[in-house]
């Protein structure tokens, strides 16, 4: 018969070894850059520059205390570095909405006939700004491009690995959509209401 001693010990590595735990997260800076370079590359303005937040100090012991509790009990991270815009498909969805942008929807962001949706869709915010004879085409061209958009955002999240986070890669667009918006375009914001950038 074992002793209690050993007993005890072979529960305790079995305890510790169960501890392994799988940190699956979505990488929010990772879906704003890819974020910013697909609006950006949509719309057509230079990325602007991104500033760093200077560390504070103190931390020095809560690293300490981290490193150890990693040692003690190890965290496998499945997660990737990057957020993958640059599938075909995604690609094919970026140059439609492109060449959309240009030949159909700019001139009327700029009237203010079209606004940014709080969901990372846009719409038809004010109609009369639109010429009747317009007014068709206009109403297709933003179909056609809320249907990309719809489909770009669940194309991101599949293409990663992650079908989930499809909510969050279209709340992470609807924020950059927003924040790369010319001066003068309407915008909704969190509640809803419409407001000029």
Same mark, same amino acid.
């Given at each position: ?57 103190? =931390?020095?012991?809560?690293?300490? =205390? ?117 001066? =003068? ?13």
């Amino acid at each position: 018969m074992p002793k209690p001693w050993k007993l005890f010990a072979a529960a305790a590595l079995l305890t510790l070894s169960a501890c392994v735990t799988i940190n699956v997260y979505f990488p929010a800076a990772e879906a704003q850059q890819a974020a910013r370079e697909f609006v950006e590359n949509v719309i057509g303005e230079q990325p602007k520059p991104e500033s760093k937040p200077e560390g504070g100090q103190g =931390g020095g012991m809560a690293a300490l =205390g981290s490193a150890v509790l990693d040692f003690v009990f190890p965290t496998a991270q499945a997660q990737s570095a990057d957020i993958n815009i640059r599938t075909p498909a995604i690609q094919a969805i970026q140059t439609r909405m492109a060449e959309r942008f240009q030949s159909a929807l700019a001139p009327h962001f700029d009237s203010g006939a079209l606004g940014l949706a709080r969901d990372g869709t846009i719409s038809l915010r004010d109609a009369s700004k639109v010429g009747l004879r317009d007014r068709a085409a206009v109403n297709q061209a933003v179909a056609d491009d809320n249907r990309d958009r719809n489909a770009v955002y669940r194309e991101i999240a599949v293409a990663n690995g992650h079908p989930e986070w499809e909510a969050q890669i279209r709340d992470t667009f609807a924020r950059q959509w927003i924040d790369s918006a010319r001066g =003068g375009w309407w915008y909704q914001d969190a509640s809803g209401e419409w407001k000029q950038k």
